[in-house]
């Protein structure tokens, strides 16, 4: 019973948020909740640092969510999208807060993007 109990305990705290992304929204579902924001309304990106890295994003709803920022540098389709639609925010005037956090993760995505090519090419 204990090691059920330690086992099922694992697995939450464990278990990976999945991030989905589309026109002007991000969600991200964890075991028990999802959360969505409005990318193209964006107010505020934060990177916070601690034990693991989070990026922060609120919207004009008063929505919230907070991603790894490595599953942006993993997937640079989910990271197109955002940065589209924080760029839309930034020019109706909406995203206030965030444009250094946003460089930080184009300047990673970019510097992975650039590493994979040079690997899959042979040239590393």
Known sequence: MLWAGLAALLFVVLFPHRVTVG?????????????????????????????????????????????????????????????EDAHKAAACGSLTCGQTALRRVSEQVDRETALTVFKVSGLE
Do not use: M, Y
Request: net charge positive; glycine share 6%; with cysteine.
């Open 23 to 83: 026109e002007g929204w991000l969600a991200s579902q964890g075991l028990l909740r999802r959360r969505r924001v409005r990318t193209d309304l964006l107010v505020s990106v934060r990177c916070l640092d601690g034990i693991s890295q989070r990026l922060v994003l609120r919207d004009t709803f008063g929505d919230r969510v907070e991603i790894d920022p490595k599953v942006l540098v993993n997937n640079p389709d989910l990271w197109r999208r955002l940065d």
